[in-house]
């Protein structure tokens, strides 16, 4: 039976719990991240070393008797088991530690349990505060186990104890759809919606922002626009404003913690992608005209068959005097924020062998985030700190505590990898942070970790192919494009990875390359932002159609922006038109660029916070 044809029906003897349905989380952390890897978003104990508060929830035994009971955990350092945590019902905790079986996402047997008929009330109660992790619980009274492979089958498992429709339900016909709720997205929903477009941002996270949430921090930084300023304006807990803007938008719907699973086409057209909500589970099905992917990892791309590029080309390919001579599939990795602070009384830390075990005797815990916006902060270093390079700028003497030392996954899968990364840089702030105050009590006795972010800053995935491929020649040279749309800005920033097996500490980076040309803006052609073989699908943000040493200087915020107020208005133009992106560049340039530059004249010359009627209408 093909996999789209699978239904499952749930027995009635089986209870299904999904983690993050629980009715209070106390101080667990709903991660949603990685479920298309393994399967769910799941309950994360990211108490920095402290156990934090039980996650309850209460549920209802329809028939009462003897229960088999399984739990979804990861060990996620096995050997050592740094994420244990158990369960109890009703008051009375199972013996079984949970994360502590040496595996991976896996169902873990904990023996059989009386339950009565009603309430039943569950807790997961956490014992280290390092990041234990729970999908999910499963009671069955037949004594068969759940199954343990991700995939349609088990999703549609899932549905079925769940009570949830067997397919995606019609969340509604918009003109156009956003993937991905980032700087780029934001500006690409907003300026749709100005321009009259029905518009649905979907966004796999609880707030916006991408690299700049207020879950992450990044100021943004490339082509500075009064649009930009505008969405990136933060309120006094950091968080971006761009919500309440797009929420005053009559046309704009926006959908959180809803991750795009699947696209649907007909031919070289998407027809409608579905999304699953996080909480719930809940399946939806978006239906528009028009599409841009600005999820920063391609994944409409991917899911539609969009072609695409990935990792660094040979030089000999576009003649890159940055590219290495080897094409190979390194590509920029991902960065863990966090920050420290010196605490009113002493903080004890407890013996991470399982963390040193990554940072070896790393001391040094500079390149903290000050605050959302501000990066690159100091921190405290102890010991004989090892050597290691820090950023310099043109001199020996140009060095700053740059946050984005702290990096890792650049020859791994970045669509596969993505929790084994995030994982591997906490183990690295782990440990740095335990070698700091073991080096010296005396001074670091108060020390504690303020914050870290469990959503690592997103590095570089694969990138879409359009009609052109922008190159390093072509930004260093300022080529001049019959399409050319947008200007950027940007000097080239290339993050220097260490070869396999050859860095001591290898989440941080060996070298940083950073090249600030004649530091004029560039130009962008509207042929590199739209796909070349799927027809109305556009695209905005990093994942544009550039080479990997072009797209180290277009990859910036601020540039994403534009090239989303570009693609918002080729989307309203297609659709009043009638039209494909590529029949819109080689018929209607002229109209999209003339409607292009009032958007972004408004978005030179406004103040920072510009009255929104400033956007033109589409013409017709």
Same mark, same amino acid.
């Given at each position: 039976?093909?996999?789209?044809?699978?239904?499952?029906?749930?027995?009635?003897?089986?209870?299904?719990?999904?983690?993050?349905?629980?009715?209070?989380?106390?101080?667990?952390?709903?991660?949603?991240?990685?479920?298309?890897?393994?399967?769910?978003?799941?309950?994360?104990?990211?108490?920095?070393?402290?156990?934090?508060?039980d996650?309850?929830?209460?549920?209802?035994?329809?028939?009462?008797? @003897?229960?088999?009971?399984?739990?979804?955990?990861?060990?996620?350092?096995?050997?050592?088991?740094?994420?244990?945590?158990?369960?109890?019902?009703n008051?009375?905790?199972?013996?079984?530690?949970?994360?502590?079986?040496?595996r991976?996402?896996?169902?873990?047997?904990?023996?059989?349990?009386?339950l009565?008929?009603?309430p039943?009330?569950l807790?997961?109660?956490?014992?280290?505060?390092?990041d234990?992790?729970?999908?999910?619980?499963?009671?069955?009274?037949? *004594?068969?186990?759940?199954?343990?492979?991700?995939?349609?089958?088990s999703?549609?498992?899932?549905?079925?104890?769940?009570?949830?429709?067997?397919a995606?339900v019609?969340?509604?016909?918009?003109?156009?759809i956003?993937?991905?709720?980032?700087?780029?997205?934001?500006?690409a929903?907003?300026?749709?919606?100005?321009?009259?477009?029905?518009?649905?941002?979907?966004?796999?996270?609880?707030?916006?922002?991408g690299?700049?949430?207020?879950?992450?921090?990044?100021?943004?930084?490339?082509? %500075?626009?009064a649009?930009?300023?505008e969405?990136?304006?933060?309120?006094?807990?950091?968080?971006?404003v761009?919500?309440?803007?797009?929420?005053?938008?009559?046309?704009?719907?926006?959908?959180l913690?809803?991750?795009?699973f699947?696209?649907?086409?007909?031919?070289?057209?998407?027809?409608?992608? @579905?999304?699953?909500?996080?909480?719930?589970g809940y399946?939806?099905?978006?239906?528009?005209?028009?599409?841009?992917?600005?999820?920063?990892?391609?994944?409409?791309?991917?899911?539609?068959?969009?072609?695409?590029?990935?990792?660094?080309?040979?030089?000999?390919?576009?003649?890159?005097?940055?590219?290495?001579?080897?094409?190979?599939?390194?590509?920029?990795?991902?960065?863990?924020?966090f920050?420290?602070?010196?605490?009113?009384?002493?903080?004890?830390?407890? @013996?991470?062998?399982?963390?040193?075990?990554?940072?070896?005797?790393?001391?040094?815990?500079s390149? %903290?985030?000050?605050?959302?916006?501000?990066?690159?902060?100091?921190?405290?270093?102890?010991?004989?700190?090892?050597?290691?390079p820090?950023?310099?700028?043109?001199?020996?003497n140009d060095?700053?505590?740059?946050?984005?030392?702290?990096?890792?996954?650049?020859?791994?899968?970045?669509y596969?990898?993505?929790?084994l990364?995030?994982?591997?840089?906490m183990?690295?702030?782990?440990?740095?942070?335990?070698?700091?105050?073991?080096?010296?009590?005396?001074?670091?006795?108060n020390?504690?970790?303020?914050?870290?972010?469990?959503?690592?800053? %997103?590095?570089?995935?694969?990138?879409?192919?359009?009609?052109?491929?922008l190159?390093?020649?072509?930004?260093?040279?300022?080529?001049?494009?019959?399409?050319?749309?947008?200007?950027?800005? *940007?000097?080239?920033?290339?993050?220097?990875?260490?070869?396999?097996?050859?860095?001591?500490?290898?989440?941080?980076?060996?070298?940083?390359?950073?090249d600030?040309?004649?530091?004029?803006?560039?130009?962008?052609?509207?042929?590199?932002?739209y796909?070349?073989?799927?027809?109305?699908?556009?695209?905005a *943000?990093?994942?544009?159609?550039?080479?990997?040493?072009?797209?180290?200087?277009?990859?910036?915020?601020?540039?994403?922006?534009?090239?989303?107020?570009?693609?918002?208005?080729?989307?309203?133009?297609?659709?009043?038109?009638?039209?494909?992106p590529?029949?819109?560049?080689?018929?209607?340039?002229?109209?999209?660029?003339?409607?292009?530059e009032?958007?972004?004249?408004?978005?030179?010359d406004?103040?920072?916070?510009?009255?929104?009627?400033?956007?033109?209408?589409?013409?017709g």
């Open positions: 039976m093909p996999e789209q044809d699978i239904i499952a029906v749930a027995p009635k003897s089986a209870i299904l719990v999904e983690a993050e349905d629980f009715a209070n989380y106390g101080g667990w952390m709903l991660d949603s991240q990685f479920e298309l890897q393994m399967g769910s978003p799941y309950l994360l104990a990211h108490g920095l070393g402290r156990p934090v508060a996650a309850t929830t209460t549920i209802s035994v329809d028939q009462a008797g @003897d229960y088999n009971v399984w739990v979804r955990a990861k060990d996620w350092v096995p050997g050592h088991h740094p994420g244990r945590f158990r369960l109890s019902i008051g009375s905790a199972l013996a079984t530690e949970f994360g502590a079986n040496d991976d996402w896996s169902w873990q047997s904990a023996g059989k349990v009386a009565s008929q009603g039943v009330k807790a997961l109660h956490d014992l280290t505060g390092f234990g992790r729970c999908d999910a619980i499963y009671f069955s009274a037949d *004594g068969i186990p759940p199954p343990e492979d991700v995939g349609e089958a999703r549609a498992w899932r549905r079925a104890l769940r009570g949830l429709p067997d995606p019609d969340a509604g016909n918009f003109d156009v956003v993937v991905g709720g980032g700087i780029s997205g934001c500006a929903a907003l300026t749709a919606a100005r321009l009259g477009q029905r518009v649905a941002l979907i966004h796999d996270r609880p707030v916006l922002g690299n700049a949430s207020v879950e992450i921090g990044l100021m943004p930084r490339g082509t %500075q626009g649009l930009l300023r969405l990136s304006a933060r309120q006094p807990n950091g968080d971006l761009a919500l309440a803007l797009l929420e005053a938008e009559p046309t704009a719907s926006v959908f913690e809803q991750r795009v699947s696209a649907i086409t007909e031919g070289n057209r998407i027809v409608s992608v @579905d999304a699953v909500q996080a909480r719930g399946e939806r099905r978006f239906t528009a005209a028009m599409f841009i992917d600005t999820s920063g990892t391609a994944m409409l791309g991917v899911l539609a068959g969009a072609q695409t590029l990935f990792g660094r080309e040979a030089r000999a390919e576009f003649g890159e005097p940055y590219a290495p001579e080897t094409a190979d599939e390194m590509h920029h990795g991902n960065t863990l924020f920050r420290t602070r010196m605490a009113d009384q002493p903080v004890p830390f407890p @013996d991470v062998p399982w963390a040193t075990e990554v940072s070896k005797d790393y001391a040094n815990l390149g %903290q985030l000050v605050r959302p916006g501000l990066e690159n902060g100091p921190g405290p270093a102890a010991g004989d700190n090892p050597s290691t820090e950023f310099r700028f043109g001199s020996k060095v700053f505590p740059a946050t984005h030392f702290w990096e890792y996954g650049q020859w791994l899968d970045p596969t990898s993505g929790e990364v995030r994982d591997y840089l183990r690295a702030l782990y440990g740095t942070f335990a070698n700091v105050k073991r080096l010296e009590p005396e001074a670091y006795v020390l504690e970790f303020e914050w870290m972010a469990y959503v690592a800053a %997103q590095g570089e995935f694969r990138r879409y192919r359009g009609d052109h491929v190159t390093e020649n072509d930004i260093r040279e300022h080529r001049r494009f019959d399409d050319e749309l947008i200007a950027n800005d *940007g000097s080239f920033c290339i993050h220097c990875a260490w070869d396999r097996g050859e860095g001591k500490y290898d989440f941080r980076l060996k070298d940083w390359i950073f600030m040309r004649d530091k004029e803006m560039y130009g962008i052609p509207f042929s590199c932002l796909s070349a073989n799927i027809d109305n699908l556009m695209m *943000g990093k994942h544009i159609s550039v080479t990997h040493v072009a797209g180290s200087a277009t990859k910036l915020m601020g540039n994403g922006a534009q090239h989303g107020v570009a693609v918002a208005a080729a989307a309203a133009l297609c659709n009043r038109l009638g039209v494909t590529r029949t819109l560049r080689e018929r209607h340039f002229d109209e999209l660029k003339a409607l292009v009032q958007l972004t004249d408004c978005d030179h406004m103040t920072s916070h510009p009255p929104k009627r400033r956007f033109v209408a589409v013409p």
